[in-house]
């Protein structure tokens, strides 16, 4: 009986045995898939540009070109501003942009969260708006020169975006309602994957000739370039998807950051940089994020800090079962305090006042001069940006700069200090650090952004906040006591 018995049993274990063996060549062949879309399909081409051949040293370029630095400070300045600029050299924005398109030869890599180089709908056009039309048509001619142009976006309707993919710029949409509900506001360019841009500037006409608009370019850099664009490539991958997926390449992993960042030749002078992005979502495998970038830079200041945004308000909305909560954003606004009240550090935050700034934004301005009355050794000083004729054109000679600098690092971004666009919008910054101290007169680039901060501080469009005992209903600006302007203007004081 035992015989049939163990001949039945034995093709059920042989069944039992194939099918296992089948469902591990299954999984074994899901794993390899995944790992292939991860490392081949996924990972954009970098050109045979990799971590161990890429520059690290930015030499100056060898070319005829307008810059003669590794790393520029480029700014647009509004002829409406009158602002003294102390004999130093001024690079214009679009300057820089031009000759960014002067070096390409093989590709150029755009993200902005505006496009609008062209007044099309604007009649008559004005004149300011010359400049951004000859930026678009020297993107248009990249084709004949047999430059890819790639550009990341939001936009869905952009007119501008569809003339350029009509001439074979190759666009890719990034669904960032589906992603954050938030927006694609980062700024830079990538060239070659030697060049970059980052800065406040967008796509627009009037970053290049109305906005007061700040950022660097540096040249010759592949290191840096190469870690920037793999954040582009993260934008790129998106394409098309709703979701963010569990596997990426090692493609978009970060090279550098707050804890390994790349030491580099700027201008000669020794020198750590890193990128890092927001919001957290998008942060790739050892990205920095913004927060944390910026909390290192306020973290590592010695003697000053020195912080110029367009909008400070540390709040974030959220949206829970369709009701709006705001609740306090402290990252930023506590770092400040500590920084103040417990190291000593001297801080000055410039600010714009414009149609859109928020009337809580003087709450908390008003709570950080609070902190050194009756403290010796503390200086926290506020200011705010405002042209006479932004009533007009409330874009007409804005300050729309990002960044901070202090006596050691520099910190440059896209986005305002608002935590609701650290939280679902996108936006990339640039730490450098000096690796020594920087010499006096030394014209390293920590020193080029602290004279246009100094210069904007002591500038006639530079005013302080002021009120009375009843600070919720008289609050104004007016000219500091021994400000220089103060005989000139000080018969004009905007009420909030």
């Known amino acids: 009986m035992a015989g049939p018995t163990t001949t039945t049993q034995e093709p059920v274990k042989t ?42 040293d930015c030499r100056i370029s060898d ?51 505006v496009w609008e180089l062209n007044s099309w709908d604007l009649d008559p056009a004005p004149a300011a708006a010359q ?66 841009y980052i800065g406040s500037a967008d796509m627009d006409w009037r970053s290049l000739s109305k906005r007061k608009e700040l950022g660097v ?46 030491e580099v030749e700027l201008n000669s002078t020794p020198a750590e940089a890193y990128v890092s992005t927001s919001p957290e979502l998008f ?24 912080i110029s945004v367009t909008d400070y308000l540390p709040l974030v909305k959220r949206s829970f079962r369709g009701i709006a909560v705001t609740r306090y954003w402290s990252f930023i606004d506590e770092a400040i305090r500590e920084a103040v009240v417990l190291r000593g550090v001297r801080v000055r935050l410039l600010i714009s006042f414009w149609k859109k700034t928020h009337p809580l934004t003087f709450n908390f301005v008003t709570s950080l001069k609070s902190l050194c009355m009756q403290l010796h050794n503390c200086s926290l000083e506020v200011r705010f940006f ?15 700069n990002k960044y901070m600098v202090t006596d050691n690092a520099l910190y440059l971004g896209n986005h305002d200090w608002v935590g609701s666009d650290f939280a679902v919008n996108t936006g990339v910054g640039l730490v450098i650090k000096m690796r020594d101290s920087p010499q006096e007169g030394g014209g390293t680039i920590l020193e080029h952004v602290q004279a246009a901060f100094e210069r904007d501080w002591r500038s006639r469009y530079a005013k302080s906040l002021q009120g009375s005992k009843d600070q919720g209903k008289h609050r104004h600006l007016q000219w500091p006591k021994h400000h220089p302007e103060n005989k000139e203007e000080n018969d004009w004081n905007d009420p909030l």
């Open 15 to 56: 069944q039992q045995k194939c099918i296992a063996v089948f469902a591990l060549l299954c999984c074994f062949a899901v794993l390899v898939a995944l790992i292939f879309s991860s490392v081949d399909v996924w990972g954009d081409d970098e050109d045979g540009i990799t971590e161990e051949n890429c520059s690290r």
């Open 63 to 113: 070319t005829k070109d307008l810059m003669t630095s590794s790393i520029v400070l480029v700014e647009t300045i509004p002829d409406e501003l009158s602002l003294h600029m102390d004999g130093k050299l001024h690079t214009a924005l679009s300057a820089g942009f031009h000759s960014l398109l002067d070096q390409a030869k093989h590709s150029v890599e755009v993200v902005s969260p």
């Open 131 to 196: 400049q951004g039309e000859l930026l678009f048509q020297r993107l248009l001619g990249l084709k004949s020169r047999g430059v890819r142009l790639k550009i990341a976006s939001s936009l869905t309707n952009s007119t501008e975006l569809k003339a350029l993919a009509a001439h074979n710029a190759e666009v890719h949409f990034v669904n960032m309602t589906a992603f954050t509900r938030g927006g694609l506001h980062s700024s830079f360019w990538i060239v070659d994957r030697k060049h970059i």
């Open 217 to 262: 370019v540096v040249y010759n850099c592949s290191c840096l370039a190469l870690d920037l664009h793999r954040v582009f490539s993260f934008y790129w991958q998106l394409y098309e998807k709703d979701y963010i997926p569990s596997i990426w390449s090692k493609r978009v992993t970060a090279l550098y950051g707050r804890h390994s960042a790349l």
């Open 283 to 306: 942060c790739a495998k050892d990205r920095t994020r913004d927060v944390d970038a910026i909390y290192q830079v306020i973290q590592s200041a010695n003697k000053f800090i020195f």
């Open 386 to 400: 405002s042209h006479k004729d932004l009533k007009d054109d409330y874009q007409l000679g804005l300050n729309h």
